[in-house]
């Protein structure tokens, strides 16, 4: 089986700008979380998807939103772009809440 | 709200030692945890997961033990490689589904 995949792999984006980023999960896994990776706040859950519906949301700003297909494919976007949202974002998915969640190998966002 | 830590933040070892990753968490209703590994600018590979009901998983030269009422669980690594450079994250799913991850273990396992 493919692995979790991401789309685009790094992207650079000013201050200001809006981005969206992608997410195929394993096929057959319906749930798709999005974490943040930063160097000072580390792995930081952001939201996780189930069946296209949001079944949790983290403590981050309504500038960060998200959606997901019937295909579970997922996207999320972060709008109005600050310094500090530079970070390795992170998807995952899995089959069930009591398995192994499998990450992508992210999205490296640089906002100058 | 779940916090989780992991000791020591770095650690390094001469290659063949055995070793010990300690995670500990505060809130002990956990469904699993998980430790995984990252390699620097990389994705998070999944080393092993325990139930919450499981007191341990093995695979290969790893081991991992779950002590939930004490808010515990140790990555014993065996017979250590440079291979094994990487840092080590656990996580813990609780309420709400999602992981909470500790700080990482950053490890350096010299020729």
């Known amino acids: 089986k493919a692995g979790v995949t991401q789309t685009p792999r790094y992207l650079i984006k000013t201050r200001g700008q809006q981005v969206t980023l992608s997410c195929s999960p394993i096929?057959?896994?319906?749930?798709v979380s999005w974490y943040q990776q930063t160097p000072g706040q580390g792995l930081q859950f952001l939201f996780e998807?189930?069946?296209?519906?949001?079944?949790n949301k983290g403590n981050f700003p309504g500038r960060f939103s998200g959606r997901q297909f019937s295909n579970s494919r997922s996207e999320m976007n972060v709008s109005t772009l600050e310094l500090g949202d530079s970070a390795l974002y992170l998807c995952?998915?899995?089959?069930?809440?009591?398995?192994?969640?499998?990450f992508g190998p992210g999205t490296r966002l640089l906002v100058l | 709200k779940q916090e989780v830590t992991q000791i020591p933040a770095a650690l390094s070892v001469p290659e063949g030692e055995n070793l010990v990753l300690n995670c500990s968490f505060t809130?002990?209703?956990?469904?699993?945890l998980q430790w995984f590994r990252q390699d620097p600018g990389k994705g998070l590979t999944s080393l092993l997961l325990?139930?919450?009901?499981?007191r341990e998983q093995t695979s290969g030269r790893l081991n991992a033990s779950l002590d939930k009422s004490s808010g515990r669980s140790t990555l014993y690594i065996a017979a250590s490689q440079p291979g094994d450079s990487a840092t080590y994250l656990c996580?813990?799913?609780?309420?709400?589904?999602?992981?909470?991850f500790g700080g990482g273990t950053r490890l350096m396992v010299k020729p």
């Open positions: 995952a998915s899995r089959l069930l809440v009591q398995e192994t969640q499998y």
């Open positions: 096929s057959g896994h319906r749930s």
């Open positions: 998807y189930f069946s296209e519906t949001q079944r």
């Open positions: 809130d002990s209703a956990i469904y699993n």
């Open positions: 325990i139930q919450s009901s499981q």
């Open positions: 996580a813990v799913t609780n309420a709400g589904n999602m992981l909470t």
